[in-house]
Structure formats: structure tokens, C-alpha cells
């Protein structure tokens, strides 16, 4: 079956601090992968993806196919990155549709 | 561009009613997922629609069902309700739902079971 794993329910670290939160997948074929976020009181919404290559907020993510991990990165932690990060691959159907892990609920201290 | 809305925001209900939740996607989108969403379980998919059919379906028992009319706009149902469906019921919109599409969610319909 197709499954995300993110290991650290909660990550607390020092503002400045880097930022690494794990995400592990174990999918057939090669699915999209992307990583969504909630703020306090705000909704889902996506973050960045693996498609786009990109750095949104200073986050970053690396996928490496040979671990099947796509680990989302910052060097730097603000305060205002405080939230609930959602790592999802996506296969393109089926039962699994956009497969969500549990979560890591990322607290930033000052 | 007005986001997703869902409605009701809350709702109580009691074991073996059912419930009709309602979400209206972003202009001009096609494709309307709904998720269950459970401190336990986390987000799971329950189902997909696009251009008013079913295309994907999650896990969930047949009780689960939904629809989508011809604006785009879906209801999820769920018939004969149990304790363990107090969940936050989360619809997320996208253009065409395929790989590379960004979903984009609503507020949520928070139901709880008594």
C-alpha cells in the first residue's frame, strides 16, 4: 500500500535555528510530491511541491528517490514558521488520492 | 478570487442520522476532493469528482458518498452516522485534480457524532 511517514510528531527549535522535517514515502511509480501547511487558525494550504523546484519562505525540499525521502528544509527558523507541515505524494489516483502524512507540528522558540 | 467555502462551518447530529455537507470550489475549477480529517488518523482521501463524476475513491465505507453538479459545486453524504465519524470534514479544489495540480482547501465542517 502506498505510505508517508513523517517521524516527528512535534520538532521544537531555536529561532535562527535550521529546520529539517523528515518525510518518507513508499509508493509504486513515481508520485508527485508535495508539502502543505496549516497556521494557527488559517487553512491547508500548499507550501511548496517537488515539480516546481522551488524555495517558498526559505524552505526548500530534496527529493531523493534512492531513500524515497523528501525531507523540507530551512537554514534559518523564523518565529512565523510555526505550523503543522503535511508532507503528500500524490500518485494521480486510485484510493489513494492526495495521501497526507500525520504531521509535524513545528514549533519555533525565540 | 473567492476561496472554497464549506457549509455548514459546524454540526451535531446523533448516531444513525445522516448528514449532507456542502462545498463550493473556486471559480473555474473542475475537480472537488473532500478529506476526513481525525487527531488519530490524520487527513485521509474519501473521494474525487470532476465534471460531476466520481474518479477516485478512498477507503471509506459505503455510507461515504458524495456528488457533484453541474456548477462544480459538491455535497458529501453520510447515512446511518457512528461516534467515529466526528471528524473535521475538509473539500479542496483544484483545476483539473491531476498530478501537478495545486489543491486548494476550505475551512472545514467540524461534525460531531453524539
Known amino acids: 500500500a502506498q505510505r508517508v511517514t513523517q517521524p516527528e510528531k512535534l520538532l521544537s527549535v531555536f529561532k535562527g535555528a535550521p529546520v529539517e522535517l523528515k518525510c518518507n514515502y513508499s509508493y509504486s511509480g513515481s508520485p508527485e510530491l508535495f508539502w502543505y501547511v496549516q497556521y494557527s487558525r488559517q487553512r491547508l494550504q500548499l507550501l511548496l511541491r517537488?515539480?516546481s523546484r522551488e524555495s517558498i519562505k526559505g524552505f526548500t525540499a530534496d527529493l531523493n528517490k534512492g531513500e524515497t525521502s523528501f525531507h523540507l528544509k530551512k537554514p534559518f527558523a523564523q518565529e512565523e514558521d510555526s505550523a503543522m507541515y503535511y508532507c503528500a505524494p500524490y500518485s494521480g489516483g486510485g484510493a489513494d488520492g492526495l495521501t497526507f502524512g500525520k504531521g509535524t507540528h513545528l514549533i519555533i522558540q525565540p | 478570487k473567492a476561496g472554497v467555502t464549506q457549509t455548514p462551518r459546524y454540526l451535531i447530529k446523533t448516531r444513525g442520522q445522516q448528514v449532507t455537507l456542502s462545498c463550493s470550489p473556486i471559480s473555474g475549477h473542475r475537480s472537488v476532493s473532500w478529506y476526513q480529517q481525525t487527531p488519530g488518523q490524520g487527513l485521509q482521501f474519501l473521494f474525487e469528482y470532476f465534471s460531476e463524476t466520481q474518479r477516485n475513491k478512498g477507503n471509506f465505507p459505503g455510507r461515504f458518498s458524495g456528488r457533484q453538479f453541474s456548477n462544480s459545486r459538491s455535497e458529501m453524504n453520510v447515512s446511518t452516522l457512528e461516534l467515529g465519524d466526528s471528524a473535521l470534514y475538509l473539500c479542496?479544489?483544484?483545476?483539473?485534480?491531476?498530478?501537478?495540480?495545486?489543491?486548494?482547501f476550505g475551512p472545514g465542517t467540524r461534525l460531531t457524532v453524539l
Open positions: 517537488h515539480i
Open positions: 479542496a479544489s483544484s483545476l483539473y485534480g491531476g498530478r501537478t495540480d495545486t489543491q486548494y
